[in-house]
């Protein structure tokens, strides 16, 4: 059997009482952890205490034994039970495969539900295959979220803590969010704890201080390495905003905004005259040496095309969910080495 998109998740929450096991897959991990996670409540609902088991691919290898018995044991307490197995593939494949089957042939045989979580897989995926054609097996397909999808997904949470946002508030905030559903949960999390006690809508104003107050000073450390041509400082400090969770969207409109910067100054140089106090934002005293350093290594036209690395960049961060880490981070290598190899070739 097979859901994808919104079907799986609405099977997730409200789950068929005859599909004993469940495989959910697709690109985005947090918002396979997520279903995962709502298919899980909805199994335990009805019952008053759950046991969760984990078991792991390697332990599966080791020993497959340990499945079976996982499915097949009953609780001492009479808990309702769940097993949950991450897999990267079909390395396991063949023994859940073999319990599916079990299962299809008699689909009271197991005490247990099973949960199975992966990443994408594709039609060729042998696991994959199996479960879209049992009776009483599921394969749920997750696609990326999309910009509706994170803003409904912020006022539900929100809601659920009880915090109030203006709608404008609202927009610009899921905007910027990133489109994987862990960094996003991350995101949301934080402006909850933020709300609560708050007395009062979170604002614009709020959503503004907020993004500045945790990212300029990192986005700043990390354009600069950038475009200077430091790629070791770069990815150290792109892997320090990943892990605070600023999403690779507004990276990359960070460097959106120096880059048209940049491309006012040379066209102010041109004209003569202080430069870096009629930038906006402005470049001052003590920061206009690194930042004319930087200008010599980008000339207008290489900075043009910068412009439309970063837009090509965003388009795919936008639309590639998962993706959008590595892409941005081979940009900021490639960036990197390239200002590197300039100031190279410019030096006496």
């Known amino acids: 059997m097979k859901f994808t998109g919104a079907k799986a998740e609405a099977f997730c929450s409200k789950p068929d009482r005859k599909i004993w096991a469940c495989l959910l897959f697709g690109s985005d991990g947090g918002l396979v952890l997520d279903q995962a996670n709502s298919l899980c409540a909805s199994h335990a609902a009805n019952h008053s205490e759950t046991e ?21 044991a009953v609780s001492l307490l009479g808990f309702n039970r769940i097993i949950r197995i991450q897999t990267t593939g079909d ?33 060729r995926s042998k696991l994959r295959a199996g479960i879209e054609m049992a009776k009483h097996a599921a394969a749920l397909q997750f696609f990326d979220d999309e910009a509706a999808d994170i803003l409904a997904l912020t006022k539900t949470r929100l809601q659920a803590d009880q915090v109030d946002i203006e709608e404008d508030a609202l927009a610009l905030f ?41 990212g300029d000073q990192g986005l700043y450390q990390l354009i600069s390495a950038t475009l200077s041509g430091d790629t070791s ?69 290489r900075i043009a ?36 190899k300039s100031r190279i070739s410019s030096s006496p």
């Open 305 to 340: 095309r910068l412009i439309e690395r970063i837009y090509a960049a965003e388009e795919v961060a936008r639309t590639a969910g998962g993706l959008a880490a590595p892409v941005l981070r081979k940009l900021i290598a490639e960036l990197a080495n390239a200002a590197a």
């Open 233 to 301: 400082s770069a990815l150290t400090m792109l892997d320090k905003l990943s892990n605070i969770g600023t999403s690779p969207i507004s990276i990359l409109r960070a460097f959106q905004r120096e880059a048209m910067r940049m491309l006012n100054a040379h066209g102010l140089a041109a004209s003569g005259g202080e430069v870096g106090m009629k930038l906006r934002p402005p470049v001052f005293k003590q920061a206009w040496p690194a930042f004319r350093t930087q200008l010599a290594l980008w000339s207008p036209k």
């Open 91 to 123: 390395k396991i494949a063949k023994y859940l495969l073999e319990a599916i089957a079990l299962g299809e042939e008699n689909p009271e045989r197991f005490a247990a539900k099973l949960i199975i979580t992966a990443g994408p897989l594709t039609k």
């Open 174 to 214: 899921s905007t910027d969010l990133p489109g994987h559903r862990g960094l996003a949960n991350s995101e949301i999390e934080k402006l909850a704890l933020f709300g609560i006690g708050l007395n009062r809508p979170i604002s614009t104003a709020d959503i503004r201080a907020l993004t500045t107050a945790q």
């Open 52 to 72: 969760t088991i984990g078991l792991s691919e390697d332990d599966i290898r080791r020993d497959p034994s340990l499945l079976f018995d996982a499915l097949e």
